[in-house]
């Protein structure tokens, strides 16, 4: 399994790395005289997306398929993933891979006669990329990241067994956000718990929001939001300060500055991406037939880092189910003890 080290100067080099891409590299391989052109739309300028895009890139390097790619970042803009997906349009490459939810749409409504295959956490059918699960209908498929949230709520009661209020910070313009904050209101009310929403529309406004969380909840939780994960440092950071548990929808965010999550590995899916690019380089399968996917890999990560830092003891029950601990001293380490180690999911909708 990949994991990212969770500094920003790695996060920085990965950048470059894939800017590097973007000015014509090639990851070479003697399967193809040619390499396919393939532009990247990462919506944000997060680690999670970064993950998705290189274990893209990997994965279809070890297809034997040889590319070429330019690679866009929208840093969580909506109208510059527009204006982008506009541009790589007149481009015209192979094939468009769109990583994040935001960023998926602006491609989708821009562009019908390029595949594009997407990385989101939102149901893809209300954001509009697709007919169905099963049979897509336009020029587009690709893997889902959202996880039950269901297992998520009970890994927080698990370590917090007397939690009565629960915060979440969210866009409400992202939909997958949106889709995250109703299916947790049933779930909260169902187990008891409040709800309480703090809602921004940009990054700026994520300090605001968590100023009208203080005092009024027993934790906060952060969903699959490009915008409120964009600031995960300054979160966490608030968070220790005012001994709020903090605990997040992602791997990559839990790895980094929550106390745990049950959730995609983002490295992973983009493995997963490529297998299903591949077939549609192949000529194998036409986006509009090629089901979506759910991502197959599920971990649950509890970060004794961070939990140390909030105060927060975490059971042994909970350490035992986790694939991967983030130590006290900050390193990542596989659980070789773990009684469920990266779950395998079904997928979304069955190969025709």
Do not use: W
């Not at 790619?69 to 506009?86: I, P, Q």
């Not at 059918?125 to 709520?153: F, H, I, W």
């Not at 839990?254 to 490529?274: H, M, N, V, W």
Request: glycine share 8%; proline share 5%.
């Amino acid at each position: 399994m990949h994991t990212f080290t969770k500094n920003k100067p790695a996060l920085r080099c990965l950048s470059i790395f894939l800017a590097a891409l973007s000015l014509g590299l090639c990851l070479t391989c003697p399967a193809k005289a040619a390499p396919y052109r393939i532009s990247m739309l990462i919506y944000s300028d997060i680690e999670s997306l970064y993950a998705s895009a290189q274990g893209f890139q990997h994965q279809l390097f070890e297809e034997g398929i040889e590319a070429q790619y330019r690679v866009h970042t929208a840093f969580g803009n909506m109208t510059s993933a527009s204006g982008l997906s506009k541009e790589i349009a007149g481009s015209k490459p192979d094939m468009i891979v769109a990583i994040g939810t935001s960023g998926a749409q602006a491609c989708v409504r821009e562009i019908s006669d390029i595949p594009v295959l997407f990385i989101i956490s939102a149901d893809p059918m209300r954001s509009g990329l697709v007919d169905s699960l099963e049979a897509p209908g336009r020029n587009a498929s690709g893997v889902l990241t959202n996880t039950s949230l269901r297992q998520q709520l009970e890994v927080i009661r698990a370590i917090q067994p007397n939690l009565r209020t629960l915060g979440i910070l969210y866009n409400p313009s992202e939909s997958n956000s949106v889709s995250n904050v109703e299916e947790l209101k049933g779930l909260s009310k169902a187990g008891g718990i409040t709800l309480v929403e703090a809602v921004i529309i940009h990054p700026s406004g994520v300090s605001v929001g968590l100023k009208s969380l203080e005092g009024k909840v027993d934790a906060i939780y952060i969903p699959a939001d490009s915008t409120v994960i964009s600031r995960i440092d300054s979160i966490t950071e608030f968070c220790v300060k005012n001994a709020i548990p903090l605990y997040s929808s992602g791997t990559t965010t839990a790895r980094r500055g929550s106390i745990a999550t049950y959730g995609a590995d983002y490295y992973e899916a983009g493995r997963q991406l490529a297998k299903m690019a591949g077939r549609v380089l192949r000529k194998e399968v036409a986006p509009d037939k090629l089901p979506v996917e759910k991502a197959l890999v599920l971990n649950l990560v509890v970060n004794m880092n961070c939990a140390e830092k909030l105060g927060v003891s975490v059971p042994e029950s909970v350490l035992k189910k986790a694939a991967e601990i983030v130590g006290k001293d900050g390193v990542i380490r596989k659980n070789p003890t773990s009684v469920n180690p990266s779950v395998k999911a079904g997928p979304a909708a069955s190969h025709p």
